[in-house]
T-cell receptor, first 109, second 114 residues
Framework: TQLLEQSPQFLSIQEGENLTVYCNSS?????LQWYRQEPGEGPVLLVT?????EVKKLKRLTFQFGDARKDSSLHITAAQPGDTGLYLC?????????FGSGTKLNVKP | GEEVAQTPKHLVRGEGQKAKLYCAPI?????VFWYQQVLKNEFKFLIS????????ETGMPKERFSAKCLPNSPCSLEIQATKLEDSAVYFC????????????FGQGTRLTVV
């Protein structure tokens, strides 16, 4: 069983639409990270959130860490085909990264 | 180097053969992690090292899997007597310190056991 559950698993949307990806856990983490992975590549870090309730913005991407530091969300505004990829959340604690189940996003032009 | 280098990119082994994968972490990074990514995109933790020392090996199937990080050599992950279910992409990542820092991933080694 996954320590971190992501939803939805798959998302196919049109360019310009908004979307939200959720990452939920029953465990508390010292920080939570979001990565994006493209085919044939390793994941690349997008953001790290550390404080409960923290909100970080990266251009059209907004990341939120839950107050209890157990869950997080990633919101993309006006999605573009370049946003296509696998989005992974990772809970970090005790020098270990616990990866979520992943959300595969496809943005159609 | 400035990036995590994994070799080979692809590896095909017959069932029962040995497979050895290599990872050169970024210079100056103290932690190395090995993950197995299977078809459903799940990242399964295998083992981590702090420099040459095993830090956490709770994910390793110990009967057939072994790993090392020796000084002045790439880290390695070895699978003895591969099974069909070992087919996956194996990723290595390195971090400056263990927690709350960015994990830099290599491009992975795709192992296919036939």
């Amino acid at each position: 069983t996954q320590l971190l559950e992501q939803s939805p698993q798959f998302l196919s949307i049109q360019e310009g639409e908004n979307l939200t990806v959720y990452c939920n856990s029953s465990s508390v983490f010292s920080s939570l990270q979001w990565y994006r992975q493209e085919p044939g590549e390793g994941p690349v870090l997008l953001v790290t959130v550390v404080t409960g309730g923290e909100v970080k913005k990266l251009k059209r991407l907004t990341f939120q860490f839950g107050d209890a530091r157990k869950d997080s969300s990633l919101h993309i505004t006006a999605a573009q085909p370049g946003d296509t990829g696998l989005y992974l959340c990772a809970g970090v604690t005790f020098n270990k990264f616990y990866f979520g189940s992943g959300t595969k996003l496809n943005v159609k032009p | 180097g400035e990036e995590v280098a994994q070799t080979p990119k692809h590896l095909v082994r017959g069932e029962g053969q040995k497979a050895k994968l290599y990872c050169a972490p970024i210079k100056g990074h103290s932690y190395v992690f090995w993950y197995q990514q299977v078809l459903k995109n799940e990242f399964k933790f295998l083992i981590s090292f702090q420099n040459e020392n095993v830090f956490d090996e709770t994910g390793m199937p110990k009967e057939r899997f072994s790993a090392k990080c020796l000084p002045n050599s790439p880290c390695s992950l070895e699978i003895q007597a591969t099974k069909l279910e070992d087919s996956a992409v194996y990723f290595c990542a390195s971090t400056v310190t263990g927690s709350n820092t960015e994990a830099f991933f290599g491009q992975g080694t795709r192992l296919t056991v036939v």
